[in-house]
């Protein structure tokens, strides 16, 4: 049954129809065959190695440009807490020295300790270099 208002198409019209088909259906064949091709595949890849190789080149090293960073500053305040920890022993050391010149005897034991205990270490470290 054919549509009877269907505008009747001459021999020509169906033949460049049909040779557009032809033309539309060679291109994508082509199309899929260039893109299935090994080689190109293979180009592919490669691309993307290298865009993935890049990515992780570029976090690399951001991550080790924050890691020493971070590593700068822990140096700087742990440099700053020494240098604290300094400033509080002198004075401690002091104050303990002006307790001893008074004659605490606290103070007086303190470092009559610390003497013994000097000497100790460095008779101890001398028999070692001997034996």
């Known amino acids: 049954m054919t549509d ?14 049909i040779a557009q088909t032809r033309t539309d259906l060679t ?8 893109r299935l091709s090994p080689k190109n595949q293979l ?9 993935a190789a890049d990515k992780l080149a570029d976090k690399a090293a951001v991550f080790l440009s924050t890691a020493g960073e971070t590593t700068v500053s822990f140096a700087d305040d742990a440099t700053e807490m020494a240098r604290t920890l300094v400033d509080e022993m002198k004075v401690k050391a002091k104050s303990l020295a002006d307790d ?19 000497a100790a ?3 101890a470290a001398f028999l070692r270099r001997r034996g």
Request: net charge negative; hydrophobic share 50%; charged share 25%.
């Open 4 to 17: 009877s208002k269907a505008p009747k198409r001459t021999a020509a019209e169906i033949e460049a129809e």
């Open 27 to 34: 291109e994508t064949v082509n199309a899929l065959t260039d």
């Open 43 to 51: 180009a592919g890849a490669k691309e993307s190695a290298i865009a």
């Open 100 to 118: 001893a010149v008074e004659g605490d005897p606290k103070a007086l034991a303190i470092i009559s300790g610390a003497v013994a205990g000097t």
């Open 121 to 123: 270490l460095i008779a």
